[in-house]
């Protein structure tokens, strides 16, 4: 039975592990091997996040005034709290895929800017383009506008010359 020093311990990590994330994904890893856990917390360390697999009571603690305070309303029976830094949908992104390819266990819920998440909203969460994708198409948007503005005005200032070409030409006939 561990300590009571020793869940401290567990409950200061947990909030060290909550500080500064984005979401936080609930799931239910049962079933899977040593080999398949290590290939999921791989596959998350590429969308910056990070997996802890321990006590209810103990993430309840953890998350206690914190903004996945609402974590205590999904995190019931077996349990791993996924806790993305950076992007919310790329943590999501990633335990659907890999649950998706191991063909074993299931998104819970999850917490977002203090809100709760069902199921569904976080494979939604999941299906959205990457902060990257969404940074491209901004900037592709941006450029082709660009462009269309740099055509508008190359056209006027070519119609410009055209019209002063024609009015110097009558201008000449007229003399």
Same mark, same amino acid.
Not at 1 to 4: E, N, S
Not at 19 to 37: C, F, P
Not at 106 to 113: D, T
């Given at each position: 039975?561990?300590?009571?020093e020793h869940? =401290?311990g567990?409950v ?6 909550f ?19 290590t ?5 998350l ?5 990070k *997996?802890? $697999?321990?006590?209810?009571?103990? *993430?309840?603690i953890?998350? =206690?005034?914190?903004?996945f305070?609402?974590?205590e ?7 791993? *709290?996924?806790?993305?830094? +950076? +992007? ?15 063909? =074993?266990?299931? $998104? ?8 709760c998440?069902s199921?569904?909203e $976080? ?6 383009p990457?902060?990257?994708q969404?940074l491209?198409?901004i900037?592709?948007?941006? +450029?082709? !506008?660009?462009?269309?503005?740099? !055509? ?12 002063t070409e024609? *009015?110097? =030409? ?6």
């Open positions: 039975m561990p300590t009571k869940k =401290k567990v200061s990590d947990l909030a060290g592990f500080a500064n994330g984005k979401v936080a994904i609930v799931a239910d890893l049962s079933g899977y091997t040593v080999a398949e856990l290939h999921f917390r791989r596959s360390d590429k969308a910056n996040a *997996v802890k $697999v321990t006590k209810n009571t103990l *993430v309840k953890a998350s =206690k005034g914190t903004e305070e609402a974590i309303q999904i995190a019931k029976g077996p349990t791993t *709290v996924v806790v993305g830094y +950076d +992007d919310p949908a790329a943590p999501a992104k990633t335990c659907v895929e890999v649950m998706k390819a191991l063909k =074993k266990g299931k $998104v819970k819920g999850g917490v977002m800017e203090g809100r998440l199921q569904d $976080v494979k939604g969460l999941a299906d959205l990457s902060k990257e969404l491209s198409s900037m592709g948007g941006l +450029d082709s !506008g660009a462009r269309n503005i740099a !055509g508008i005005f190359e056209s006027l200032i070519r119609d410009i010359a055209i019209l024609e *009015v110097a =030409k009558k201008n000449n006939h007229a003399e």
